[in-house]
Antibody
């Protein structure tokens, strides 16, 4: 059974950093691209970042470029999202998602971890 | 970025009825559209990808159609478990973008 379990969310002050983790199981992690998607009540679902199977290719939405870094450790079956210079508009539930092998729809999602950026 | 306009925002129906949800892209995305179901306390569920391909495990009462800019998700013979939120997503180009969602409620 495919499982994606996020961790690392919480309350953080504007300008500070937070690192999210996503532990994967039930599939060969190194064979799939991975992504982070966030959701707020006002903006809905927003793709944040994606990473290729080996980690050599990364993609970001414009609003997080230069502030967020997606990475993965295939030996640990885990992907990460390092979030620096956090802003109030980054407040959201962050989901880990597995991409398909041929395109970037998301066949599996985690349950999400809440990040709240507030002073 | 490709803007995805999803309609209607809300939909009320009864079990056994059929409903359709529409998604319009701001430019052609070929066939590359996915549909998801979201329910409280559960992981998002992929229903359809590439416009009309059912994900393994998706009941046959779900169908997807369309290409280019206009797409439709149709659910026939609604079951009680079908009520929830539905989102479309274009997976033709980065950044991936989603529709605003449709809340399917019990009438």
């Amino acid at each position: 059974e495919v499982q994606l379990v996020e961790s690392g969310g919480g309350l953080v002050q504007p300008g500070r950093s937070l690192k999210l983790s996503c532990a994967a199981s039930g599939f060969t992690f190194s064979n799939y691209g991975m992504a982070w998607v966030r959701q707020t009540p006002t903006k809905g679902l927003e793709w944040v970042a994606s990473i290729s199977t080996g980690g050599g290719n990364t993609y970001y939405r414009d609003s997080v470029k230069g502030r967020f870094t997606i990475s993965r450790d295939n030996a640990k079956n885990t992907q990460y999202l390092q979030m620096d210079s956090l802003r109030s508009e980054d407040t959201a539930t962050y989901y880990c998602a597995r991409q398909s092998r041929s395109s970037h729809w998301f066949a599996y999602w985690g349950q999400g971890t809440l990040v709240t950026v507030s002073s | 970025d490709v803007q995805m306009t999803q309609s209607p925002s809300n939909l009320a129906a009864s079990p056994g009825e059929s409903v359709s949800i529409n998604c319009k892209a701001s430019k052609s995305i070929s066939k590359y559209l996915a549909w998801y179901q979201q329910k409280p306390g559960k992981a998002n569920k992929l229903l359809i990808y590439s416009g009309s391909t059912l994900q393994s495990g998706t009941p046959s009462r779900f169908s997807g159609s369309g290409s280019g800019t206009d797409f439709t998700l149709t659910i026939r013979n609604l079951e009680p478990e079908d009520f929830g939120l539905y989102y479309c997503q274009q997976h033709n180009e980065y950044p991936d973008t989603f529709g605003a969602g449709t809340k399917l409620e019990l009438k």
